[in-house]
């Protein structure tokens, strides 16, 4: 590292000395704290994106959000090259960042990771998206990433704006395939590829193409955040007729950022969310997260305030349903489709918090279910080993990856069956549906506004209400608790965080307390974005699985001791 590039850094990170008595982590998206502690984590952020830019040589991403925290908390996430989370090898040189006590040890803590990584300053021209929610604290956090990206020679940011954290992976992804990456460009693909699904679907149904299309109506709470606003401009942009989406809690009537609304408090709490009520009743609803990229729908009974959620394990279903539906039309009859022999492998991710019953549903229809770890990073990891990768959390973090093999070849095949076939065959339209579908999704991560575009689509095709979708299989009753521990970190889980390992002993406390319920099931596992340790519990009824996660809590208490705080 030349002189130039030492005091650049020394002098701006003596600008920003870490909070005191506030040691923040990486954790499973990034981190996320208290606005007013963030400035020197932010600008350190800055330093290490502006390094991967230079690593990797190639458009970088940082996004300033706390997702469906509260407004007074913010945060910041790196976007890998390919829209993906920050690989995680760097994990720990963030937190070492983060940690770095003086302006000196900070430039130690660079130049050893840069050794390591043999990342060469040679003052190339490097870019970094930077991107914010809609957070009153972002446009300061703004500041201090600009000046931790702009503290690296030859690496340059690029303010892009309020955006939804699936938009500004996506705007990262296009950059790096020098496709057209700006919002506009991010509109424009979702609604001319929902035209172009709604096309393929509606009008390549068999038998004809009126029937399913009826106005149709979809209400959306947008958590008070950037996603309804950008929902608000989409719709704009969509210019439906058979569907009407109107768009509650947008941002724009002054409501509070994810406050009693938003897709983490109606997953959570199965709450009507405020701006709801008896006007829709028996309405398809769906609820966005403070960063939209969480999904879950839900319907509003006439009789109490608790909703019907339709969560992210249905949102798979419907989407694995729809697919596998596609291929067997594809295959059937299929001459030519299995001349070449290939069998696109489907692969259905989950973590340990899917409903029991939606795994069943989906091992039930001959799908391949594997599980991962909590967060983003793992579950989308895992889905890109498969032909069709279809992952979803429970919460609603999800999306559908195509391989690149695998749209070649149904590009091919598609191609292939026009030039054979008199007029559209069976197979043709499902070839084109399925493409139709490549193009509307998010590849880069789970996208609310595209994952719901593709919901409504497939609802429409399948002329199902939200009832029927509910109705694919029935949830087991489950309950979550957290429990405050001394050291969350003394909790070591394993098999994607279905057994403990450590403390010892207490796994097998667990089976015999689960052994008691019919269906039980029941796992622990630390938080990676709370001090606490969750307990997850189903049974067969909800008073059993609310017992057994109280006992399971009870163990915890009884194996890590109570935190004193
Ligand atoms: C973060 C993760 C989410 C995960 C949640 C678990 C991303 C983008 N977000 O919100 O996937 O479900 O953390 O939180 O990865 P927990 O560790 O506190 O239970
Ligand atoms: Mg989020």
């Known amino acids: 590292m030349e002189e130039a590039q030492r005091s650049l850094l020394l002098s701006s990170a003596a600008r920003f000395p870490p909070p005191e008595g506030a040691r923040l982590s990486y954790g499973t998206a990034g981190f996320r704290a208290d606005a007013s502690l963030l400035r020197s984590t932010v600008f350190r952020a800055g330093i290490l994106a502006a390094l991967r830019a230079l690593k990797t040589r190639s458009v970088i991403g940082l996004m300033i959000t706390a997702s469906h925290n509260k407004v007074s908390d913010n945060g910041v996430k790196i976007s890998d090259p390919s829209g993906e989370m920050l690989s995680q090898d760097w994990e720990p040189f963030a937190d070492s960042l983060a940690a770095a006590p003086t302006a000196d040890r900070l430039l130690e803590v660079v130049a050893e990771f840069a050794g390591l990584q043999r990342i060469e300053f040679d003052g190339g021209k490097v870019e970094v998206l930077v991107g914010r929610d809609t957070r009153p604290s972002g446009p300061s956090l703004l500041e201090a990433a600009k000046l931790g990206i702009g503290s690296i020679i030859g690496a340059v940011a690029v303010d892009v704006g309020i955006l939804t954290t ?25 609604s001319r590829s929902f035209r172009l699904v709604s096309w393929c679907l509606m009008d390549l149904i068999p038998g004809g ?77 769906a609820s966005l997260d403070g960063d939209a990229d969480r999904l879950v729908y839900f319907t509003v009974p006439s009789y109490s305030n608790k909703i019907e959620l339709v969560d992210g394990d249905k949102i798979l ?65 895992k889905a890109t080993q498969y032909d069709i990768g279809i992952y979803f959390e429970a919460n609603g973090h999800g999306t559908i990856l195509f391989s690149e093999p695998f749209l070649h070849w149904l590009d091919a095949k598609n191609s292939e069956l026009s030039s054979v076939a008199e007029g559209c065959s069976e197979q043709q339209k499902a070839a084109s ?34 009832h029927r979708w509910s109705q694919l299989y029935h949830d087991l009753p489950s309950k979550q608790l957290k429990v405050k521990v001394a050291d969350r970190t003394a909790v070591v889980t394993a098999n994607a965080e279905t057994e403990v390992v450590k403390p010892p002993g207490i796994q097998e406390a667990i089976n015999a307390e689960t052994a008691k319920y019919p269906k039980g099931r029941c796992f622990i596992r630390p938080s990676g974005t709370e001090d606490v340790i969750r307990v997850y519990a189903e049974a067969s009824t909800q008073d059993a699985a609310d017992s057994l996660a109280n006992s399971v809590a009870q163990l915890v208490d009884k194996f890590l001791g109570h935190s004193s705080s």
Request: with cysteine; hydrophobic share 40%; proline share 2%.
């Open 317 to 381: 279903s419907l989407f694995a349903v729809f697919i596998k539906e596609q291929l067997s039309i594809l295959n059937k009859e299929a001459g030519a489709s299995t001349e070449d022999g290939y069998q696109p492998r489907i692969g259905i991710v989950q973590t340990a918090y899917a409903n029991g019953a939606s795994t069943d549903y989906l091992k039930q229809l001959g799908l391949e279910v594997v599980l991962t770890p909590t967060g983003v990073k793992y579950l989308h990891h």
């Open 209 to 285: 193409s009126e029937s399913n299309k009826k106005n149709d109506k979809l209400v959306v709470d947008g958590a008070n955040g950037v996603g309804g606003e950008k929902l608000l401009v989409l719709k704009e942009m969509l210019n439906l007729k058979d569907l009407e989406i109107e768009v509650w809690n947008s941002g724009r009537e002054g409501g509070v950022l994810n406050e009693g609304v938003g897709a983490d408090f109606v997953q959570k709490e199965k709450v009507v969310p405020s701006g709801f009520g008896l006007q829709d009743v028996g309405i398809r609803c």
């Open 433 to 466: 549906r399925l493409l139709a579908v490549s193009k509307l999704i998010n590849p880069a991560v789970g996208d609310a506004l595209s994952g719901m575009l593709l919901v409504e689509a497939i609802l429409q095709y399948e002329g199902w209400s939200i």
């Open 166 to 190: 699936p938009q500004l992976h996506w705007m990262v992804r296009a950059s790096n395939r020098s496709t057209q990456a700006s919002e506009f460009d991010y509109l424009e693909q979702l």
